[in-house]
């Protein structure tokens, strides 16, 4: 498997991993720059010349992959028989300096209803290299000639047509999933606040409307859901900047967006922390 396969393969997984590239070379060396490896948790695929370099930076791959470490590392290795080394003598004569650049599973992001202004928030997320899940009841709405706009998407873009029960969708969504609830139907709306609270591994949680619509929805989410106060807290309404207060699509979007990228930047920093 070619080592951008692989990298694919744990994206697919959603699994993180880092790709370890050999940086530079003086001398001899088992392999020439550029040679690559990718380390998973439990697997790696392609190789950067085995022996103590190659055993020495998967150790460190997989400590990185532990720790979450976002930074990339550049480790230096001299190839002779003076050098004490972890796993074994190499003797070939050169140095190597090999980069390990952390590959992370990426963000997700679930936008139920693609209306006027889902179709504007998913447009700008797609520029984010993440996981974008579109929902809507409306088989129109997901149209394949209404969603090529984001034909040049970084985003991987996933649609789910669901013309019942759209809350089924949140079970399968991946863990940590930061899910926006802006439905042409309010009744649907609340489905989904309900179920969202009840799904325990999803991330941010955000509901689009007005302060009168989240008063009955959360009193309903009191009273018939049977959600405490903390739990109803997860859902974050109004969503969007405070300060951008315009009402075209294109305009909420972007608040919406800008405050979404917000909440990746808090989550990062408790992500660094080890919270």
């Known amino acids: 498997m070619t080592w951008f396969a692989a990298v694919a393969r744990l994206r697919e997984r959603r699994e993180s991993g880092v790709l370890v590239t050999v940086a530079t070379v003086r001398g001899h060396a088992p392999r020439d720059a550029g040679a690559k490896l990718v380390v998973g948790r439990t697997e790696t695929w392609g190789s950067i010349g085995g022996g103590n370099v190659e055993a020495v930076a998967i150790d460190r791959a997989r400590e990185m992959i532990e720790a979450s470490r976002p930074e990339p590392e550049l480790l230096d290795f001299a ?7 972890q796993h074994g003598v190499q003797c070939c004569g050169g140095t190597v300096s090999v980069l390990l650049e952390p590959l992370p ?9 693609v209306g006027h ?5 998913a ?3 797609a520029r984010q290299d993440l996981d974008l899940h579109l929902v809507d009841t409306r088989a129109d709405t997901l149209a394949e000639r209404r969603l090529d706009v984001l034909a040049d998407a970084v985003a991987r873009v996933r649609v789910h047509h669901t013309p019942l029960l759209p809350e089924e969708v949140l079970e399968e969504l991946p863990h940590g999933t930061h899910v926006l609830i802006m439905t042409h139907d309010h009744a649907e709306d609340a489905a989904l606040c309900d179920a969202a609270l009840r799904t ?3 991330g941010s949680i955000g509901l ?4 009168a619509k989240w008063g009955r929805f959360r009193k309903r989410l009191a009273t018939e859901g049977g959600h405490d106060e903390a739990v109803i807290d997860r859902i974050k ?3 969007g900047l405070a300060d951008i207060t315009g009402k075209e699509p294109a305009t909420i ?9 917000r909440t990746f930047e808090a989550e990062g920093v408790r992500e660094a922390e080890g919270g």
Not at 79 to 85: A, F, I, Q, S, Y
Not at 105 to 113: D, L, Y
Not at 253 to 261: E, R
């Open 200 to 202: 325990a591994h999803l």
């Open 237 to 239: 309404t109004p969503i």
């Open 79 to 85: 190839l002779n028989d003076k050098v004490t080394n």
């Open 253 to 261: 979007a972007v608040s919406v967006a800008a405050d979404l990228l």
């Open 123 to 125: 447009r700008i997320l």
């Open 208 to 211: 689009i409307g007005s302060a």
């Open 105 to 113: 599973v990426v963000r997700a992001v679930a936008i139920f209803g």
């Open 117 to 121: 202004v889902g179709l504007e928030l």
